[in-house]
Each structure stands twice: as structure tokens, then as C-alpha cells.
């Protein structure tokens, strides 16, 4: 039991972790661009977005680039500035 507890405990920390590296500020959502028109600029730069998501205070988008290149990258909402990527090599 303790174990488990354990292991619970460290898989919540490394979660943590792996969103306190895709820090955005908070804003208003208010000042957030819009969902629809960020994807429309995102697809028009040439990736194609296989899912798209608010993480904490960030848009997520999981797709390709234009070069075909799996994606995950994080943007800050007001400026559209990604903020973390991975980028498959």
C-alpha cells in the first residue's frame, strides 16, 4: 500500500512538473485570442492540428508541421507566442 501511495505521489509531482515547464501568465480570458481564429492562423502556417486544448493558461495543440514533423507545442493565448515545444527530430 505504501508503494502505491508513493508512486501515486511522484506521478503527480512529475505532472506537475511537466506543466509548470509550459508556464503561461494569467490573463483575462477576455484578452485570450479566440480558439477558432488561432487554430485558423496555426493551420494557415502550415500545421495540421490533430487536437487542440487549453492547458492551464495556454493553448496545446498535438498535430504536424508543415514539414510533417509530429508536434506538441504550448502558446501563450494573448500573444501567440509558443512558450514549450517538442518537436519530433
Partial sequence: MKKLLAVALIA??????ALA??????QP????QKEADFKQQLTAQG?????FKVSGNCYEIYGHDKDGKKVEIYFNPVTGKPVKSN???
Fill in 47 to 51: 500545421y495540421q492540428i490533430k487536437k
Fill in 29 to 32: 480570458k477576455d484578452k485570450w
Fill in 21 to 26: 515547464d509550459a508556464s503561461c501568465p494569467a
Fill in 87 to 89: 518537436i519530433e527530430n
Fill in 12 to 17: 503527480s509531482f512529475a505532472s506537475t512538473a
